[in-house]
């Protein structure tokens, strides 16, 4: 049975891998189209409400980086020192 620490460390993961998902389309959005997806839908690149996404979805990123470590750790390509 998880505790609850590990419950929250699951639904950080989940948000940060649904951020960076949607970082990623808007990336996709704007290579073919030149358009960017979260300016369009929160007033403009210079919005409070676009920065603040624009800032999850960094963060997000950054934690991704802690899941591809776990993910490399439990396949055994990396060593547990």
Known sequence: MEN???KNVKL???LALALVIIGALDW???G???RDFVS???GGPSAVWSRGVYILVA???LWSIRLLIRA???SGSVSQA
């Open 4 to 6: 609850k620490a590990q």
């Open 72 to 74: 490399w750790q439990a």
């Open 40 to 42: 369009l839908l929160f």
């Open 28 to 30: 996709g959005v704007w």
């Open 59 to 61: 963060l997000a990123g």
């Open 32 to 34: 073919i189209f030149q």
């Open 12 to 14: 950080v993961d989940a």
